[in-house]
């Protein structure tokens, strides 16, 4: 069975301090470095989602322009 192009499943384990580590594969697919910061969505019927982190800058702008608004 081949994977839908674009898609991609990983495993990790969580250690005893709450810490996961992000396969080698996804940091370098998506460009993740020691010192990142991440933004983590989670949806209790869905899970959790870790979007790109080109993601967060958008959706700070996003914020940051909805409150000029008021």
């Given at each position: 069975m081949?994977?839908?192009k674009?898609?991609?499943?990983?495993?990790?384990?969580?250690?005893?301090?709450?810490?996961?580590?992000?396969p080698?594969?996804?940091?370098?697919?998506?460009d993740?470095?020691?010192?990142?910061?991440?933004v983590l969505?989670?949806?209790e019927?869905?899970?959790?989602?870790?979007p790109?982190?080109?993601?967060?800058?958008?959706?700070?702008?996003?914020?940051?322009e909805?409150?000029?608004e008021?």
């Amino acid at each position: 069975m081949s994977k839908p192009k674009g898609k991609h499943a990983w495993t990790a384990t969580v250690g005893e301090k709450g810490q996961i580590v992000i396969p080698k594969q996804a940091r370098e697919l998506f460009d993740i470095h020691p010192g990142d910061t991440l933004v983590l969505l989670g949806d209790e019927k869905r899970g959790i989602a870790i979007p790109p982190k080109t993601m967060f800058s958008q959706f700070a702008a996003a914020v940051f322009e909805a409150d000029e608004e008021d």
